[in-house]
């Protein structure tokens, strides 16, 4: 009889073992999907929800679960950004940017990551400012940077403060590489090399770091390297940009650090300082429309 009793209680206390590893073991999967969701909603806006959608397309499965779980996310994904998304933006005000002979992003991560949808009257912004620069320097390129997200205004796209309603975009700046103007830039990213200020200009970004905003020249740890450190910030071909892109009507801001506004001679009311909040704009050109 005791042994019978020793016996039950032995596989109830397995049991209960079992239970509590199971539990644990639940709770750290669902963490670590947690996680990925997160990752990717943050960094693409589609990713989570194509991610939670393999998770039910592949909780049957046994073998190579992995492999098929990647296999059927890919492909998902590549479908939903190039031929779904596109096509549900516009009901949500925003277009996927056109690549022309004009306007290029700086790297298809750009794409790939759907941070390449604005409004339509920023989208003419890009369109029309990309063929004047192309027109006065010829094989030249508007090449942009982070955008917006395709759906729902006041959706973060981060890093940014801003990007999140389809009427901002980060363009780079124009380089020549010793000779002549090229459609290269200095970091992969395409963020991060800076246009420090002269001795006698001011200097905003030591008084923003000075006065506690750390973060203000954070991009200089996402430059993913410095590709073509020969290339020299063009004065000539950028004022001319920048003067272009002014007098596009639809244009209500433009963020450049002040240090570049005074080296360029150029004054205008659609200039506005970002503040010591955000971070430094001697990198590249943010562009708002109204």
């Not at 009427?167 to 991060?192: A, E, L, M, Q, R």
């Amino acid at each position: 009889m005791a042994f019978t009793l020793n016996r039950f209680r032995n596989q109830e206390l397995a049991s209960a073992g079992f239970q509590k590893k199971y539990k644990k073991r639940t709770k750290r999967l669902m963490l670590f999907h947690g996680v990925i969701f997160i990752f990717l909603t943050a960094l693409t806006q589609i990713g989570g929800l194509i991610y939670l959608i393999t998770l039910v397309l592949t909780s049957k499965l046994q073998k190579r679960r992995i492999l098929f779980r990647s296999l059927i996310f890919f492909s998902l994904y590549v479908l939903a950004t190039y031929l779904v998304v596109p096509n549900i933006a516009p009901y949500f005000g925003r277009v996927k940017i056109e690549s022309t002979a004009y306007v290029k992003p700086h790297s298809s991560f750009y794409s790939w990551t759907n941070r390449n949808y604005v409004n339509i009257e920023l989208h003419q912004v890009l369109q029309n400012s990309g063929k004047q620069l192309s027109e006065n320097h010829q094989g030249i390129k508007l090449v942009y940077l982070d955008a917006n997200f395709p759906f729902i205004d006041g959706f973060p796209l981060l890093p940014h403060r801003y990007h999140n309603d389809g009427k901002k975009i980060d363009v780079t700046f124009v380089y020549s590489d010793g000779t002549s103007i090229t459609n290269k830039k200095p970091s992969f990213s395409g963020y991060g090399i800076y246009v420090n200020p002269l001795a006698n200009e001011w200097d905003q970004i030591n008084a923003c770091l000075d006065t506690g905003y750390s973060q203000y020249d954070f991009t200089k740890f996402v430059t993913f390297g410095c590709i073509h450190p020969e290339l020299q910030f063009s004065e000539s071909v950028n004022k001319s940009f920048l003067i272009d892109i002014l007098q596009e009507q639809a244009v209500n801001t433009l963020f450049i650090e002040p240090h570049l506004m005074t080296r360029l001679g150029l004054e205008n009311d659609k200039f506005v300082y970002h503040g010591c909040g955000t971070v430094r704009h001697d990198d590249h050109i943010h562009i708002e429309v109204n």
